[in-house]
């Protein structure tokens, strides 16, 4: 079947099989790798996208429900070249060691940050608590966040 969405603020479409993951359809046809693929189960958080505004875990949404929708991937948060405050807060706290879970956090934390600009640091708990790290202990991902909440 056909899939046709807006990624980043740029039409995409591609043939799929009507059971595929949304993030098969990003990182396999559509050329967007940024979203990773740990688990797919939903129980990561590496794959977190926001579709029409929502964050959701790609490896949970088929392709076939993009279909017609607005998604945002860690690849359209800043302008090519250029880096997302948050991103910058990431790199500066060294929240980031093998980087796998960290554009699932990036885009959780965007996420957080729009609904919540000043959070607590329950709710930063709170609002990645579905994004995994086996790196880096978390202490450096919440500095992160607490530092990009200032900017
Ligand atoms: S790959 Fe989607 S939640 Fe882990
Ligand atoms: S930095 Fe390696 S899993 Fe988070």
Redesign the pocket.
Known sequence: MRVELRVNGLEAAAECWEGE?L?YALRERLGYPG??????????????VLLDGRLV????VLAAQADGHELTTVEGLAPPGGLHPVQEAFLEAGAVQCGFCTP?LVVATVDLLERTPHPSDAEIREALS?N?CRCTGYEKILDAVRNAAGR
């Open positions: 993951s993030l979203s990773k693929n740990a688990c797919e189960q939903g129980e990561c958080g590496s794959c977190s875990c790609a490896c949970l699932g579905g995994l």
